[in-house]
């Protein structure tokens, strides 16, 4: 492997691992809810339709990251999360109508 196709694919990963679509899409409702409540986001829950989308969104309605750093990375998240999304639009519309948003903040129900 030459050094640009490791440069090329570690850029890639890196990307994916902060990548909205991957991260409700291909992991788990409670790892998304964990990475939004990690940012402290206002969001209280994000549609499955779109969801890379609203993850990105969700990231920039938190506390304002004091670095700097996190604003134009989720900036160009919104691209490839809108590529990816509509990609798996006809999975997501399943799972919108079977299990609905994905729910951040959550209460217990009383009883």
């Given amino acids: 492997m030459t050094i640009k196709m490791a440069v090329a694919s570690s850029a890639i990963s890196l990307t994916l691992a902060g990548c909205g679509t991957a991260s409700t ?12 409540r990690r940012q ?22 938190a506390p304002p990251d004091p670095t700097g750093v996190l604003v134009p990375l989720v900036l160009l998240d919104l691209a490839l999360s809108g590529a ?5 639009l006809p999975y997501t519309i399943v799972r919108q109508g079977m299990d609905g948003n994905i729910r951040i903040y959550w209460r217990p129900a009383r009883g």
Avoid: H
Wanted: hydrophobic share 40%; with cysteine.
């Fill in 25 to 36: 899409v291909l992991q788990g409702d409670e790892d998304a809810a964990r990475g939004l």
């Fill in 40 to 61: 402290k986001t206002y969001c209280q829950s994000i549609p499955r339709v779109y969801s890379g989308l609203a993850y990105d969104f969700c990231v920039m309605n």
């Fill in 84 to 88: 990816l999304d509509t990609v798996a």
